[in-house]
């Protein structure tokens, strides 16, 4: 399968236990974001990368949550000190042009 | 600040009876309009992309037009398994390379 991939699928953890996700993208997509989606609602843009650069952050993005690309190749997500409030499907896409293509997602529940 | 509006929010359809999703926005400058289907719990699927009003595209029993203001995905002679939640997003010229999404259209094919 050549598409994106994204692990753990599912995550529960306690409220202020931190986690952390990882995204594999296409392999030649020099492009990757991070989106979230709650219930009902489209995905929420959190982050992109160009490569190993982090080149565009949203507000919703608050101090709790980082996210690396080393190497332009997989990336990770981390949400520390988690709340109720963070639970949600994070997706995360990739792109070599204007078209992005998403993972199946990580579901998150803050216990 | 950019806007995109999807309605209905839910469209039950009887199998072979062909409509029209709607997508309005405001964005300044478009840079591309975007169409995804999503199954419950699973990442969007890519469909469309439309750049400049007066753009068609299509695939299978989907078609996706663009004016100024909109755009609509028509489904002809629709089948059980298009049923899915449809997403429109659009892409600005000035905000990277984030999607902005709408809430979706959660369509539903009987038989």
């Known amino acids: 399968d050549t598409g994106v991939s994204q692990d753990p699928r599912h995550k529960i953890t306690k409220r202020g236990q931190n986690v952390t996700f990882r995204c594999d993208p296409i392999s030649e997509h020099n492009r990757l974001y991070w989106y979230r989606q709650t219930l009902g609602q489209g995905p929420e843009f959190l982050t992109y990368?160009?490569?190993?650069?982090?080149?565009?952050k949203s507000r919703l993005l608050s101090d709790r949550f980082s996210a690396e690309r080393p190497k332009g190749s997989f990336s990770t997500l981390e949400i520390q000190r988690t709340e109720q409030g963070d639970s949600a499907m994070y997706l995360c896409?990739?792109?070599?042009?204007?078209?992005?293509?998403f993972g199946p997602g990580t579901r998150l529940t803050v216990l | 600040e950019d806007q995109v509006t999807q309605s209905p929010e839910a469209l039950r359809l009887q199998e072979g009876e062909s409509s029209s999703l709607n997508c309005s926005y405001t964005?300044?400058?478009?840079?591309?309009l975007f169409w995804y289907r999503q199954d419950p719990g699973k990442g969007p699927e890519f469909l469309f992309t439309?750049?400049?009003a007066g753009e068609e595209k299509e695939k299978e029993r989907l078609k996706a037009t663009l004016t100024k203001k909109e755009s609509f995905l028509h489904i002809t002679a629709p089948k059980p398994e298009d049923s899915a939640t449809y997403l429109c997003a659009v892409q600005a010229q000035n905000s990277g390379y984030a999607l902005n999404f709408g809430k979706g259209t959660s369509l539903l094919v009987t038989p």
């Open positions: 964005v300044s400058g478009l840079r591309g």
């Open positions: 990368f160009q490569n190993e650069a982090q080149l565009e």
């Open positions: 439309l750049y400049s």
């Open positions: 896409a990739s792109s070599l042009e204007h078209e992005q293509f």
